[in-house]
């Protein structure tokens, strides 16, 4: 049997892409679990997992942080040693923002392609669609403290007590 040739960051996002469709109701995944998918998956078809997988879901493939050597996007880190996919609405790190985010339709084996569709029909629209910008978050924040009180009566009443 001859093995697959699949690059093993494309491996790591697939292993990754599998575990959010297996478990839709988790935000993110230990390194281990996607670690553990991918010897599952068993893309390359060979005895053993190559050793470069655990090292790309840990910081090759992940965005934030500072390229070495690649630039991947494919994974966000969610807190230490968690992982999800990456997202369109995600910052990435200065040395990655040109990175490949996604693999190639065409490098990864046919029976994975509908990875790449569910990514971009659910997956990344998703989070764009239901993500809250931090500053608009705040409109609103602490109008309860003027319930039934006017914010200009409560001014004039601090400006009577200037000299």
Sequence with gaps: MTA?????ADEVWI??????REHGDR???????????AQRENLTESVLLRPGVRT???????????????????LAETSRGRRRLYSSMDRPHRDRVSGKSLPRREEIPEEYHHLLDWYREHFDVKRSDT?????????????????????????????????
Excluded: N
């Design 4 to 8: 697959r040739r699949i690059r093993v």
């Design 15 to 20: 292993a990754t892409a599998l575990l959010h």
């Design 27 to 37: 935000e993110d995944f230990s390194i281990a679990e996607i670690v553990e998918r």
């Design 56 to 74: 790309h879901a840990a910081q090759h493939c992940v965005a934030s942080k500072p390229a070495s050597p690649g630039r991947y996007r494919m």
């Design 131 to 163: 993500a809250e910008d931090p500053i608009l978050s705040l409109r609103g924040l602490g109008r309860e403290l003027w319930d039934g009180h006017d914010p200009d009566d409560y001014v004039r009443r601090l400006r009577e007590r200037w000299e």
